[in-house]
Each structure stands twice: as structure tokens, then as C-alpha cells.
């Protein structure tokens, strides 16, 4: 006898126990290469975080002295402007620059040169009052290049011997009457004061700050501080008028440190401690799982066989007690095999009504005449629900062959009995569905199409019961106020009568009444009822009519629904919108068909939320609808009676927002083609 395959893998069973054993050592290594690298890590966010902020500030501090620069030299220029328009004499002139002084102590001084270099008015007669050929080279190759450039520029830096600040920046304004140069403005800065007056306190307590010029020479230096480290350093580039000056900021702060070394080594110690423990832990647990593994090869065969039968076992002893009920049979009668061991008959899936029959198998089975054949029953599950099986029975013999029981095999058999039964209301079922069919059709059509003349018809009922409960209402005005809602109520009356008549004569395939009638008298005549339905929503209605339209054949009544359908959806789709976009646009024109033919262009337009583009490939489809009350008819109806028409219903997107609703019918033939008065 060929021995049953084991379930058991010796080599998968290895492979399990050298991932229980790799796994955790991989994950502790990586959790120590992360505190490790947690350090390291932690400083290099430090420093790119100071490095970020140094870069950051030296950015506004540029930006603040390039503002104070600009804002002095625009007071200059606008001194120079004066000047020219001769609004400003040499007299005023120091009172102005004394005042431009006083609010700005980076500048040194303030002076007038005529054409020929020499002084008109300064705030520092003493050192201005020279020859230009005395003047430092550098002031003058900044003079020159202004009068050349005709722009405002700055000279070099310039040593003073004679100044407790030798280094200064001169700026130049030239001035021009046409083309002929008339002489300049002239503002000195302390370079040191620009760095003293413009950059923050506390930016100067952290950095050492220093102008370079253009080859990297040093002009003036801040450090409040205390001098810079050379770890984090960053230079800005002040674009001066003529001249390139260089801001660099360089932090009294170093590198950051690792953190103590007695936290890394508690760290680690820690660390080793959680491998010890895993270790074993692991341990442990290999030799449960060994000792857990011979019990599962025993049991893992039959459990697999068990599972996976889908028919189910139940297993009773020569007395009739069930001591076996395998998963299938629990599922099949949705009972714990706990409540059926042990127990004898009657069972608790027996049905009652077939308790006899039952009482009659189980003493065939006791007594070992029942036969090899199958026979059928009923069980019930445990919330009572019936369900018809095929038993088959069979005696349960132990390893010597001796009988201690019966097994049976118990299948469902609910699919093969309701797929008989189906077949027999097969020809049933197809009349029904088919009546069904042709009464929901005549359902829905009835609903679409009475639901305007009804509603109408209520709202002015509703009106003239509220001019009867009103008491200023009497007499005369009384009666002139109800007549025209009673006539209008017993028109819409009649309507829904005409309707009710058109729906039947369609419903037996008769042909729909065609007579010449003109879109704008329906369109007249329906403008009450239009109004009456854009009340609630304050939606506004703007008709525009073409003069002199032909007149259409076709059904007025069909064509009166499809208006109001049309309407109505769009008064919809605009409820929820704001009121100044609520607007509902009619308008009947000429057009030409595909087939060459002049028509009457009927347009609904709204500025409502639109379709998208998956709704409008189903918006014309029977029973689809996007409103929680729709039936889903209504385009479809209106569909199908501008195709009865020769026409065609189509949509387009507004431009303005919302959808644009059109059709075209074709004119009357020669004999009809006049126009009925509108």
C-alpha cells in the first residue's frame, strides 16, 4: 500500500527557521546602523539648517542697506530734478541736504558742482572747495563716467587720511539741460556706517560682516560679535551704479558636535540587551515550533482532505448518535458540529413536518436495510430556512473490519430543484414580463405627460381658494379674480383629457393627429405655465421669436410636452445656482436641415451646472436619470416625438454655462406654408 504524501517540507520547514533566525539579526543590525548615523545625521540638519539661515539673512541684509542706498539716492535725484526746473537756488539748497544729513548718518556729506567742478553749495565747504584735478582718481573716474553715461554712478571705495572713516563710496548725479551738462550732485558714504546704521544688532552679534571691493580686497569690517569661524560664510553681490561690491557674512558659530559619548553607549548596551533578549526568545520558540510540528504532519493530511470536500459527512454509531460532522455538513445546515455530537435523533436539523419520514429512515439505517440508492429529504438550518438533500448512507467499519457506525454523504441539491422549477415557469414568466413591459411603458408615459396639466392645474385651484379665504377680495373683483383662474384650471383640464386620449390612441399603434401649427403660438400659450414653473427658483425668461415663421404639421399636443420636459429640466438644472445666473432663454428662428431643408430652429438654453461628458452619452437612454425622483423618460419621450416630427433632438454645451437644447422641424408643404398669426 502506497504511503500517503506528507504535507510536512523538511527543506521549507528549514528555510522557516533560518528566516526566524536571519529576520530579527537583519533588523537589529539595521536599527543599530541607525542610531548609529542618527548622530552624524542630526548634525548635518544642524548645519544645513544654520547654513539655510545664514543665507537667508545675509539675503535681507543686503536687501535692506541696497533700500537705504536706493531711498537716499532717490532724495538726491529728486533734489537734482528741483534744481534743473529751478525750484531750488543755492541757498536752500544746504537746508535740504542738512535735512537728507540728519536722517541718514552713513553720509558723510552733500554738495553742488557747477560744470567746471567747482563748489555751488555743500554741507562740508571745507573739503569740497578744490579743483577737480585735486579730487582722488577714483572720484573722478566716477564723476566722468556719469557725464558719459548721463546716469548716476559710484565711485571705487577712497581712503581718507583727514576722516575718522577713511573709507567712502561718492555718488554722482549728472545733470543735463538738453544735451549740454550743467554740473553734478555729489553724496559721500561712510562705508563703515553703512555696515554700523543698516545691518541689525542681533545679525551682528552672530556674524562678522565685511564689504569687499572688486578684487577682493577688504573695505570695512563689522564683527560685534566676535570674528568669524569659516564654517558657514556667504557673499551677496551689491550691484552698485557703476561700481560691484561685495557683502560677506561669515558666522561666529561652529560646527555643531555629536552628541555625548555616554548616550551612544547607552545606545548600544541597550541595543545588545534587545539582541540577548531576542535571542532568546527565538529560542524558545524553535523548540514549541518543533514540538508543534510533529502534532501538524498528523493532523495537516486530514484537515486538507476535510476541507476541501464540498459534500457533506456526518458520521453516527450503531445507536445513532453522530460523533463526525465534517466542515461542509456544519456549513450546509449552519450548525456547530458541537451541538450535533453526541446527540441522538430527533436532530436539530430535521424539519417537523417530516419527522415521520425521518423516524422511518433512521430505523431502516439502524436495522442495515437501507440500500445503497440515495433518497431525498428536507433539512432546515438553524434560522429555519429549508433546503432539499440527497442522503446516501453506508457502513463505517474500524481497521479490522469490524462496522461501529454509518457514514453518510449528504449533498444540496437546492440549485438542481430550482433550476427545474424554473424551467417549468419558463412560458409563465415570458407572458408576464412581456405585459409587464407594455403596462410600464404606458406608466411612465401617462406620469411624463399629466404631470404639467395636473400640476397646473392644482396651482390654480390654489389661487382661487386663497381668493376665497381672502377677505378683501368681494363682490365684483371677486368674481373677476376667479374667472381666470377657473378657466384656466378647466383648459388645463381639458389638456390632461387630450393627453390622456393621445396616449391611447399611441398605445394602439394609431397614427398621432397631424395638423399645421405654429411653434410660436405653443410657445405663447405655454408661456403661463413656464412661469408658473420658474416661480419657486426666481428664474428669469427671455423669449425671442423670429417674425413671420412658417408653420410645421405635426401633433400640438406632443409638441407642448416636449417644451415643457425641455423646461422644466432646465429650470432644474439652475436651481441651485446664483440668482443673477438664473436665466432661461426660448428662441425660435429658421434654420437649414442636413438635407437642405429650411426649418424652424427651436432653442432651450440655461446657464445651469451643465452635463458631463459620462451623463450625456446615457441622457437620451430609457430609465436613466440623474435626479433621486426621475424615471428616467422624459428626454426619451421628447427624443422620440421630435423623431416622430422629422426632427431631431440634440445638446451642446453653453459657452456662457449650462447646455443648449435644440431641434428643427421642417416647414409645411406649399399649400400650409403660411404663417399663422402670433
Known amino acids: 500500500m502506497t504511503p500517503l504524501p506528507s504535507l510536512f517540507n523538511p527543506l521549507a520547514a528549514t528555510r522557516r527557521q ?93 554738495g553742488w558742482l557747477d560744470a567746471g567742478g567747482q ?35 559710484y565711485s571705487r571705495p577712497i581712503a581718507r587720511p583727514d576722516s575718522a572713516r577713511p573709507a567712502l563710496f561718492d555718488y554722482f548725479v549728472p545733470m543735463f539741460v538738453g544735451k549740454k551738462y550743467v554740473g553734478a ?25 565685511d564689504l569687499l571691493d572688486i578684487d577682493d580686497k577688504l573695505i570695512v569690517r563689522r564683527a560685534s560679535g566676535g570674528p568669524g569661524r569659516g564654517v558657514y560664510t556667504h557673499q551677496r553681490t551689491l550691484d552698485l551704479s557703476g561700481q560691484s561690491v561685495t557683502l560677506r557674512t561669515n558666522s561666529v558659530k561652529g560646527a555643531p558636535r555629536l552628541l555625548p559619548n555616554l548616550l551612544m553607549g547607552s545606545v548600544i548596551a541597550l541595543s545588545l540587551g534587545l539582541v540577548w533578549s531576542l535571542w532568546a526568545l527565538w529560542r524558545d520558540i524553535n523548540r514549541r515550533l518543533a514540538t508543534e510540528g510533529e502534532l501538524r504532519e498528523q493532523v495537516a493530511f486530514r ?18 448518535r453522530v460523533t463526525y460532522a465534517n466542515p461542509a455538513f456544519c456549513k450546509m445546515v449552519d450548525m456547530p458540529a458541537e451541538s450535533m455530537l453526541g446527540k441522538l435523533p430527533p436532530m436539530a436539523y430535521w424539519a417537523p413536518e417530516a419527522t415521520i419520514d425521518y423516524e422511518k429512515r433512521f430505523a431502516e439505517v439502524i436495522a442495515g436495510t437501507v440500500t445503497q440508492k440515495g433518497f431525498e429529504t428536507i433539512f432546515q438550518r438553524a434560522n429555519g430556512e429549508r433546503f432539499p438533500v440527497l442522503i446516501f448512507e453506508s457502513a463505517l467499519r474500524d481497521l479490522n473490519g469490524k462496522q461501529t457506525g454509518w457514514m453518510g454523504s449528504i449533498l444540496d441539491i437546492t440549485e438542481s430543484k430550482q433550476a427545474e422549477d424554473l424551467n417549468l415557469r419558463q412560458q409563465e414568466k ?73 396616449v391611447h390612441a399611441f398605445v394602439k399603434q394609431r397614427e398621432p393627429l397631424r395638423e399645421a401649427v405654429s411653434m410660436a403660438a405653443i410657445l405663447d400659450t405655454l408661456e403661463p405655465l413656464i412661469a408658473l414653473q420658474a416661480q419657486p427658483s426666481a428664474t428669469r425668461i427671455v423669449i425671442n421669436v423670429a417674425a413671420n415663421l412658417p408653420v410645421v404639421l405635426g401633433d400640438r399636443v406632443l409638441l407642448e410636452q416636449v417644451m ?44 445651469g451646472h451643465g452635463i458631463p461628458e459620462d451623463v450625456a452619452e446615457r441622457l437620451y437612454s430609457p430609465f436613466f436619470s440623474t435626479k433621486s425622483e426621475g424615471m428616467g423618460m422624459g428626454l426619451n419621450i421628447c427624443r422620440t416625438a421630435i423623431e416622430f416630427h422629422g426632427g ?31
Open 185 to 209: 550732485l555729489m553724496l559721500s558714504y561712510y562705508a563703515s556706517a553703512i555696515l554700523d546704521e543698516m545691518v541689525p544688532w542681533w545679525f551682528a552679534q552672530e556674524n562678522q560682516i
Open 648 to 678: 431631431q433632438l440634440t445638446h451642446a454645451s453653453n459657452p456662457a454655462g449650462g447646455t443648449i437644447f435644440q431641434f428643427a422641424l421642417p416647414f409645411a408643404d406649399d399649400a400650409l406654408a403660411t404663417s399663422l398669426p402670433t
Open 119 to 153: 563748489t555751488i553749495a555743500s554741507t562740508d565747504y571745507v573739503d569740497l572747495a578744490r579743483e577737480l584735478s585735486q579730487w582722488p582718481l577714483q572720484t573722478q573716474e566716477a564723476l566722468a563716467q556719469a557725464i558719459d553715461s548721463k546716469v548716476p554712478a
Open 564 to 607: 415643457l420636459n425641455l423646461t422644466r429640466n432646465a429650470i432644474e438644472s439652475m436651481q441651485h445656482m446664483p440668482a443673477r445666473q438664473r436665466l432661461l432663454r426660448l428662441r425660435l428662428g429658421r434654420t437649414l436641415t442636413a438635407a437642405g431643408q429650411t426649418a424652424v430652429l427651436t432653442e432651450i438654453i440655461d446657464q
Open 303 to 320: 484537515t486538507a482532505m476535510e476541507n476541501s470536500l464540498v459534500t457533506g459527512l456526518r458520521a453516527r454509531d450503531l445507536e445513532g
Open 430 to 502: 415570458l407572458q408576464a414580463s412581456a405585459r409587464l413591459a407594455s403596462m410600464g411603458e404606458i406608466a411612465s408615459t401617462l406620469a411624463h405627460e399629466l404631470n404639467q396639466p395636473l400640476a397646473a392645474i392644482s396651482s390654480y385651484t390654489t389661487g382661487a381658494l386663497n381668493l376665497l379665504s381672502d377677505p378683501a377680495n368681494s363682490g365684483d373683483d371677486h368674481r373677476a379674480l376667479l374667472k381666470p383662474a377657473l378657466e384656466k384650471a378647466a383648459a388645463q383640464a381639458l389638456r390632461a383629457g387630450q393627453i390622456i386620449r393621445s
Open 18 to 110: 533560518t528566516w526566524r533566525w536571519v529576520l530579527p539579526g537583519v533588523l537589529v543590525l539595521l536599527f543599530l546602523g541607525i542610531l548609529t548615523g542618527l548622530p552624524w545625521q542630526a548634525q548635518r540638519m544642524e548645519s544645513n539648517e544654520r547654513q539655510e539661515q545664514l543665507i537667508a539673512d545675509t539675503l535681507w541684509v543686503e536687501q535692506t542697506i541696497r533700500f537705504q542706498l536706493n531711498r537716499s539716492n532717490e532724495s538726491l535725484r529728486l533734489i537734482s530734478s528741483e534744481i534743473l526746473d529751478g525750484q531750488l537756488q543755492p541757498q536752500k539748497f544746504n537746508e535740504r541736504a542738512t535735512t537728507l544729513l540728519t536722517g541718514n548718518r552713513e553720509i558723510k556729506r552733500i
